[in-house]
């Protein structure tokens, strides 16, 4: 697998012109937005980064020190760089996913960086064939939510415009002769007779805002989980079987299988019950994955629990 680093990075994000919104050093591309409390939606969605989609992993990465495009990178990290958060619009700068990059971006390139031009055109390939295996994202959650969302906003604005309470009610100075209290009095029900007005328009509309809030929902949900599913297709292990174009991917219990298997291969006695207390080699082997001894140990653990589980009922558990 061809792999790039910082300066096929910065020569690709320089023409997007992200200044500020992202950062380079040596370990790789980071967001360089703050969080914000005042602005979480738009903020977060420019900080995403793919290692978000394993956080609640088993074995999770640190997500924040952990970069959004870490270097080395592969073609296949490019494009789940560029799926969405800044890296979304350096899709954006290079084409459409269906047929890019576009040949007039790609040659904003330096000619002489061939390697950031491949790292590109390879992007957009792996992109693609994850897409095959993931399935496009279905838009009709969208074009529901934009539906649900634009009969609500109909249906309001004639609401609020039959109760006369489209606008906020502009205060009256009144004349010189009228005292402070009075005047603040006159506002203070002019405001209270808004509010009942507002409240009145938007009563009946409380089912179409459901429909709204209840179609943007599912809508998010469906893209959250393509978007998952097209990094875990991108970044997760993706050995092919021979004469075969289906991926196999570790699952859990093959992983924890594995790793207990591993310990038996190194030739340490392992207790015959997950109570038991695992051998000090554990740690060594642990080691060799590039795995902490805690994390190591909580997956042998498991393995051993069902091995356990089966000879209790009588059955046999397949040693890798």
Same mark, same amino acid.
């Given at each position: 697998?061809d792999?790039?680093?910082k300066?096929? @990075?910065k020569?690709i994000?320089k ?6 919104y ?5 370990? !790789?591309? $980071? ?16 900080? $995403?980064?793919?290692?978000?989609v394993?956080?609640?992993d ?20 490019l ?9 979304a619009?350096v899709?954006?700068?290079?084409g459409?996913w269906?047929?890019g ?6 040659a904003e390139?330096?000619i002489?960086?061939? /390697? *950031? ?7 957009y390939a792996?992109y693609?064939? *994850?897409?095959?295996?993931? !399935?496009?994202?279905?838009?009709n ?16 604005? @004639? ?6 309470? *489209?606008?906020?009610p ?25 509010? /009942?007005?507002?409240a ?7 089912a ?6 209840r179609?943007?929902t ?7 989980? $393509?978007?998952? *599913? ?14 075969q174009?289906?991926p ?10 594995r790793?207990l298997?591993?310990?038996e291969?190194?030739g340490?006695v ?5 109570? !038991? ?18 994390a190591?140990?909580?997956d042998?653990? @498991? ?10 009922? !009588?059955?046999?558990?397949?040693r890798?």
């Amino acid at each position: 697998m061809d792999m790039y680093g910082k300066a096929q @990075a910065k020569e690709i994000l320089k023409y997007c012109k992200l200044g500020e919104y992202l950062t380079i050093d040596d370990r !790789g591309v $980071w967001p360089g937005v703050d969080r914000d409390d005042m602005l979480k939606v738009e903020t977060e969605l420019l900080r $995403w980064k793919p290692a978000r989609v394993f956080r609640n992993d088993p074995n999770p990465p640190d997500v924040a020190n952990t970069p959004s495009l870490p270097f080395p990178f592969s073609a296949k990290k490019l494009a789940a760089f560029m799926l969405s958060g800044t890296g979304a619009f350096v899709a954006d700068f290079y084409g459409v996913w269906q047929d890019g990059p576009d040949p007039d971006s790609l040659a904003e390139i330096d000619i002489d960086d061939n /390697l *950031a031009q491949a790292a590109l055109v390879g992007a957009y390939a792996a992109y693609r064939e *994850a897409e095959k295996r993931v !399935g496009a994202l279905d838009d009709n959650f969208e074009k529901r939510a934009d539906a649900a969302r634009r009969r609500y906003e109909d249906a309001r604005s @004639a609401a609020l415009k039959r109760e006369k309470v *489209a606008q906020m009610p502009r205060l009256e100075a009144g004349d010189s002769n009228e005292s402070k209290a009075k005047r603040d009095k006159r506002n203070a029900e002019r405001d209270e007779e808004y509010k /009942l007005g507002r409240a009145r328009a938007l009563e009946p509309l409380k089912a179409l805002h459901e429909e709204k809030r209840r179609s943007a929902t599912e809508a998010e949900t469906a893209y959250q989980n $393509w978007l998952s *599913a097209m990094v875990r297709q991108l970044l997760e292990p993706d050995d092919t079987q021979a004469g075969q174009g289906a991926p196999v991917v570790e699952t859990k219990q093959q992983r924890q299988d594995r790793r207990l298997t591993a310990c038996e291969d190194a030739g340490l006695v392992m207790p015959k019950s997950s109570a !038991g207390r695992l051998p000090d080699g554990v740690g060594d082997v642990a080691d060799s994955e590039g795995k902490t001894r805690q994390a190591f140990s909580t997956d042998v653990k @498991a393995a051993l629990k069902r091995r356990e589980a089966a000879t209790h009922e !009588g059955g046999t558990v397949h040693r890798a």
